[in-house]
């Protein structure tokens, strides 16, 4: 499993309207713009760990509730 993020870290947030993914079909999206049938698939064969495997967990979480709204907002600030 993925590293965890200290709870309630917002640079974590920020870091998924900003980084790219590194490899695979979407290499080079930012991972805010990844579609969420790839989130689903890590998260059937598992996330990859680290940095990465932490970002792309939340995003899916985030858009599995519904959330988006939140890194919208973050995008308009920034």
Do not use: C, H
Request: hydrophobic residues 40%; positive net charge; glycine residues 8%.
């Amino acid at each position: 499993m993925a590293e965890q993020a200290p709870p309630g870290d917002p640079t974590l947030l920020l870091e998924l309207i900003r980084y790219p993914m590194p490899f695979g079909k979407y290499k080079g999206r930012l991972l805010r713009q990844l579609p969420v049938s790839y989130l689903e698939w890590f998260a059937q064969k598992g996330f990859p760990a680290g940095k990465l495997g932490t970002l792309l967990q939340t995003l899916y979480e985030i858009k599995m509730n519904g959330l988006e709204y939140l890194l919208d907002e973050l995008e308009k600030r920034r």
